[in-house]
């Protein structure tokens, strides 16, 4: 049902947007969370997706009604994250649920062991998944169901909700939000969107629900942290540490004892950049770029001190992020030997990628507001549609 490249596109926009989920050890990135953080231009890629989806959904289950998307999210469930016997629509509140579509975006086995998720009745009762599969069902009792721990990776799913009920209709509530944040926008030039990070707290990992604060970690960090990246304030940051303040800095990157010259516009950015250098990394040969001696400076002892501050506000448990984060096995394109002339270069792609998304965005969201309704549309080139 999905291609590996919409697989891929989908994980880059969840690694580098996720916040701390509704479970112990689940991560979750969802449609409005996007747009609050200055990143709306990401839904573009979900959008025929959701279309594929619920037209299958309508056609497998002999829907006589369009149905409705409720809700869509990404979801990832780390090392420890499960959950027992339930169906989807098991609260007053959730009774809306229709129908569910769970897509797998990465796969049983090679990029996390563990969580399987059961049906109680019927068949098959489980399966293993590889990336793109979809399993679609009703939400009610009659599709009781469970996903296992996971005990290594992380396994990372699209899921949709459907409702036959127009009032639960999440393309108008996203669309309301949409048009307050860029209505302004929509005469304008597109200019490079930068991310915005949400109240620190979103970000702040704890395997003790507890005691968040003594053994916890930013996922910010730690997902940069296990690819082998360090991050470096150039302001003194050795006293009077605020994670929340931290989150807002500009920063740069640091690799062993080379720092990249470039400053990122805060923690958001510079994982956004290092998310799409991971998704695209086999696109940048090494031969093709040199760097400029200038753009890589080497690492001085008090420049490594200033690495070293934030860590203490950033991370509580050094093993943690590694243990959560850490992939299964390392995929093909985290093999190719690092260059900041390749990282440079993904640097200029990757905004180059964010305009062309926020271009069709613009151009996209005046067709939704008089419809009502998330769509993709065929635009005119020369509208400056893509």
């Known amino acids: 049902m999905l291609s590996k490249e919409e697989c891929e596109e989908l994980e880059l926009i969840h690694k580098?947007?996720?916040?701390?989920?509704?479970r112990p050890n689940v991560f979750s990135t969802t449609l409005s969370h996007l747009i609050a953080t200055n990143s709306s231009h990401f839904i573009i890629p979900f959008v025929p997706i959701r279309?594929?989806?619920?037209?299958?959904?309508e056609e497998f289950f002999g829907c006589e009604f369009e149905l409705v998307i409720e809700f869509t999210g990404l979801i990832s469930w780390a090392r420890g994250a499960s959950i027992g016997w339930h169906c989807d629509d098991n609260r007053p509140y959730l009774k809306q649920r229709h129908f569910t579509a769970v897509c797998y975006l990465n796969s049983y086995g090679k990029d996390f062991q563990g969580g399987l998720f059961r049906f109680q009745d019927g068949e098959p009762k489980t399966f293993a998944p590889s990336a793109g599969d979809v399993a679609m069902y009703t939400a009610d009792s009659r599709n009781v169901h469970s996903v296992d721990e996971v005990t290594h990776g992380e396994r990372l799913t699209l899921t949709l909700w459907f409702s036959r009920d127009s009032s639960h209709d999440e393309d108008a509530k996203l669309i309301s939000i949409l048009s307050q944040k860029l209505l302004h926008s929509l005469d304008k030039v597109p200019q490079l969107c930068l991310p915005l990070p949400a109240s620190s707290n979103m970000y702040w990992f704890s395997p003790n629900q507890a005691s968040p604060d003594e053994l916890g970690c930013n996922i910010c960090w730690a997902r940069m942290n296990v690819l082998g990246y360090d991050i470096y304030y150039s302001q003194n940051t050795s006293s009077a540490?605020?994670?929340?303040?931290?989150?807002?800095?500009?920063?740069?990157?640091?690799?062993?004892?080379?720092?990249?010259h470039q400053p990122f516009a805060n923690i958001l950015h510079a994982l956004q950049v290092v998310q799409f250098f991971r998704?695209?990394?086999?696109?940048?040969?090494?031969?093709?770029?040199?760097?400029e001696a200038s753009k890589v400076l080497h690492l001085s002892q008090s420049q490594k001190e200033k690495i070293s501050n934030p860590k203490s506000v950033f991370v509580k448990n050094?093993?943690?992020?590694?243990?959560?984060?850490?992939?299964?096995?390392?995929?093909?394109?985290?093999?190719?030997?690092?260059?900041?002339?390749?990282?440079?270069?993904?640097?200029?792609?990757?905004?180059?990628?964010?305009r062309k998304l926020h271009k069709q965005l613009l151009n996209s969201l005046p067709h939704w507001r008089t419809h009502q309704s998330i769509f993709s549309c065929l635009l005119d080139e020369s509208l400056g549609g893509t």
């Open 279 to 291: 998704w695209k990394a086999s696109e940048f040969p090494t031969s093709k770029f040199e760097t």
């Open 241 to 260: 540490l605020d994670c929340s303040e931290l989150l807002l800095e500009p920063m740069q990157l640091a690799r062993g004892d080379e720092l990249f």
């Open 318 to 354: 050094n093993q943690l992020a590694e243990t959560v984060f850490h992939p299964v096995i390392i995929n093909e394109k985290e093999q190719h030997s690092f260059s900041w002339a390749n990282f440079s270069a993904a640097v200029t792609a990757w905004e180059d990628y964010i």
């Open 51 to 57: 279309e594929r989806l619920k037209e299958k959904v």
């Open 16 to 22: 580098s947007c996720s916040t701390v989920g509704y």
